[in-house]
């Protein structure tokens, strides 16, 4: 009997990746115009190696990126970078469809409704209050909170706890295969993998079910319960 439904946050309930593009291109801008001196290409380049090395979580990229170039920071243009960044984050940052109606469809079904993420508190939060989600769930479990990522059953195992379920009683759904599926499997809860958000190329998901749009979640779970 399902009574617990658990989500990725990146990638199954908004599109984070999209959402970075598309500030990081802003910011580069920004940042030309604001006397970087080197090509888009070039800065991308960096960009992308600074998160390779440091997690696309990095709060200091820009920084880091100015001191690698000019040996200290440049204020005016960190500055520029900072704001276009933020204005375009936050003109990017949106649910995918049918976000806001599978939630609310959950909820009324009597479904807890939680979330884990690897992303730090701070940033997880942000994204949730940003989308105007936070008071929807029950518990947010994040990467602070267990010191654990995905796979490992720290942060399933906590998530089950918060909410007073067995794994079985629970569902888990996200778009990162060999982290959201095999993590949620170690504790026994079904998994939903979000096809929608597949950024790995991923064919085979292991999951119980796969999903293309994130309202099929509702069926599902109306199927696991008969």
Same mark, same amino acid.
């Given at each position: 009997?399902?009574?617990?439904? +658990?989500?990725? =946050?990146?990638?199954?309930?908004?599109?984070?990746? *999209?959402?970075?593009?598309?500030?990081?291109? *802003? &910011?580069?801008?920004?940042?030309?115009?604001?006397?970087? !001196?080197?090509?888009?290409?070039?800065?991308?380049? #960096?960009?992308?190696?600074? @998160?390779?090395? #440091?997690?696309?979580?990095?709060?200091?990229?820009? %920084?880091?990126?100015?001191?690698?170039?000019?040996?200290?920071?440049?204020?005016?243009?960190? /500055?520029?970078?900072?704001? *276009?960044?933020? #204005?375009?984050?936050?003109?990017?940052?949106?649910?995918?469809?049918?976000?806001?109606?599978?939630?609310?469809?959950? &909820?009324?079904?009597?479904?807890?409704? &939680?979330?884990? /993420?690897? &992303?730090? /508190?701070?940033?997880?939060? $942000?994204? $949730?209050?940003?989308?105007?989600?936070?008071?929807?769930?029950?518990?947010?479990?994040?990467?602070?909170?267990?010191?654990? #990522?995905?796979?490992?059953?720290?942060?399933?195992?906590?998530?089950?706890?918060?909410?007073? +379920?067995?794994?079985? %009683?629970?569902?888990?759904?996200?778009?990162?295969?060999?982290?959201?599926?095999? !993590? *949620?499997?170690?504790?026994?809860?079904?998994?939903?993998?979000?096809? @929608?958000?597949?950024?790995? !190329?991923?064919?085979? /998901? !292991?999951?119980? @079910?796969?999903?293309?749009?994130?309202?099929? =979640?509702?069926?599902?779970?109306?199927?696991?319960?008969?």
């Amino acid at each position: 009997m399902i009574r617990a439904v +658990v989500f990725d =946050l990146d990638n199954t309930l908004v599109d984070f990746m *999209a959402m970075k593009r598309q500030a990081i291109n *802003a &910011a580069v801008d920004a940042m030309i115009d604001a006397g970087i !001196g080197l090509q888009k290409s070039e800065i991308h380049q #960096r960009i992308d190696a600074i @998160y390779q090395e #440091r997690g696309i979580e990095f709060q200091k990229v820009f %920084d880091e990126l100015l001191y690698d170039i000019f040996q200290k920071v440049d204020y005016k243009i960190l /500055s520029a970078g900072i704001i *276009a960044y933020r #204005r375009a984050r936050e003109a990017a940052l949106v649910p995918y469809p049918h976000v806001y109606m599978t939630l609310i469809e959950l &909820a009324k079904m009597g479904m807890k409704l &939680a979330v884990i /993420s690897d &992303a730090p /508190s701070r940033e997880a939060w $942000l994204r $949730l209050c940003y989308l105007n989600l936070h008071h929807i769930f029950d518990c947010i479990v994040t990467f602070d909170d267990t010191g654990e #990522r995905k796979p490992s059953p720290v942060p399933f195992q906590k998530v089950l706890e918060m909410l007073n +379920v067995k794994g079985g %009683d629970a569902i888990m759904i996200g778009d990162w295969a060999e982290r959201d599926m095999v !993590g *949620a499997a170690k504790v026994g809860m079904k998994t939903v993998f979000a096809r @929608y958000g597949n950024t790995f !190329g991923t064919i085979e /998901s !292991g999951a119980d @079910y796969d999903v293309n749009d994130i309202q099929e =979640l509702i069926e599902i779970v109306k199927k696991e319960n008969g």
